[in-house]
């Protein structure tokens, strides 16, 4: 059903909703509380989508921002395009699949199959912006000497010369050609960090400005945006132009070095102003789904920001966690994972393992228990990923679960590479909500579990000090990874020593 620009939607008696922006998760599901956003303001950091999904078979999509609010039983819609309002699906999943095929089906092909096969390493927290050829190759030989499998290695920021300046900076990376092929043959796929801005005082600066790719404000000057770096121009990457330069950058770092794939940052719609001037006029959110198309050409990929492009190959990561337990750190991984899938974003990463907020990680007491727990959290997500070195902050006892858990993902590798594979062809989600997977059974406030594909129920403990949780069981038989068998439905209480992550497999 099309509807006019704004619509006042009548809760329906016990309707849940989810959607939005991935980093509301923990609001959600949404209909209870008064909770209200403008998509067209900002993206809250994370994945946004015109998109809001109902427990009882219905949604609504645009394909622009709209403002959404839910307050006194109603939910309130008010578009900048026509709405539409899908009705007469008969559960969540229904509506979800229906939506998928028609407004953001899913493109053949996955990326990279060791992101999901194999834990990822991020270099960030433990080298923040110092990182070096050298410490690059420390990093990686410590994994291996801890008995944690070969991944993905990422190089994050400061590996290049200034902002836009995509070339190894030769004083930090003297022989980078070698170091990739070292890391080649110890099993590792190498990522650089990268973002859209251009430092103005720099020659790639002089170079760009006079070709017209950068972006410019509303006067038709060329725009410097403030970051959480500084001060810097923007490729307009609605131009076909600018998006041919930053390929022909990074296409020559593949050739020449070897890398294998990028880790393209920042991109937020916040970065962006409604009445900028750029080759094809767009939104906030406009700008932030042109930088995420950037990522297409490479299988090994990975944002953080991105408005819709739900069912393309790209690797969404939840936003950067606190080291801490509630409210925006380990608490948030599985609402806001949650809440990616039921987006459309298939292909997710939780945050790195402890935290990645960087302010928060070397100001904020090391909890061995936080990293644990974050670690199994993490194990059975379609991906994980470290980076603070778990060998440099923890004594042996809690390293070693650090590293069952590392193992533990690789163990199911190949059915979360399955799993990825069917989302390519069905839209369905990797981590899936328990009430989209089980209708009618009461679960949809349920966010401290998730189901891996539709066999595998996990419940990772997410609070301090717990050796036992309450665990929900859907219809079925369960048999845990302790042996115990579970007939469905029941909620029980269970133990879970600091060893332990629970989960069960259905049938």
Partial sequence: ????????????????????????????????????????????????????????????????????????????????????????????????????????????????????????????????????????????????????????????????????????????????????????????????????????????????EPAGILLKDREGKTALRKWWNGYSAVLDCTHPGAVKWIHDRLDALQNEYGIDGFKLDAGDAEFYEADDQAFVPSTRSGHSEAWARVGLNYRLNEYRACWKLAGQPLVQRLKDKRHQWKEDGLGALIPDGLAQGLLGYAYTCPDMIGGGEYGSMTSARMDPELFVRSAQCSALFPMMQFSAAPWRLLDDTHLGYCVEAARLHTQFGSEILELARHASVTGEPVMRHMAYEFPGQGLETVKDQFMLGSAILVAPVVEKGGRSRRVIFPEGSWTGDDGSLVEGPAVLEIEVPLSRLPYYRKG
């Fill in 1 to 208: 059903m099309m509807l006019n620009d704004e619509q006042l939607i009548r809760l329906l008696p016990g309707e849940y909703w989810w959607g939005g922006r991935t980093a509301d998760g923990g609001s959600m599901p949404y209909g209870a509380e008064l909770f209200r956003v403008d998509l067209d303001e900002n993206h809250n950091g994370n994945q946004a989508s015109p998109f809001l999904l109902s427990s009882k078979g219905r949604y609504v999509w645009s394909e622009e921002p709209f403002e959404f609010r839910f307050e006194g039983g109603n939910l309130t819609v008010t578009g900048k395009g026509a709405l539409v309002l899908e009705e007469g699906h008969a559960t969540l999943k229904e509506a979800y699949l229906h939506a998928s095929r028609t407004f953001f089906p899913p493109a053949p092909g996955i990326p990279e199959e060791l992101l999901f096969t194999a834990p990822q390493y991020n270099l960030w927290i433990e080298l923040l912006y110092e990182p070096t050829q050298e410490k690059v190759l420390q990093y990686a030989r410590k994994v291996l000497e801890q008995g944690m499998p070969p991944g993905v290695i990422m190089i994050d920021d400061n590996w290049h010369e200034p902002y836009g300046t995509w070339t190894f900076h030769s004083g930090r990376f003297p022989d980078p050609g070698r170091m990739v092929q070292e890391l080649h043959a110890m099993g590792f796929k190498v990522m650089l960090w990268l973002c859209p801005f251009i430092s103005p005082d720099s020659l790639t600066f002089r170079q760009l």
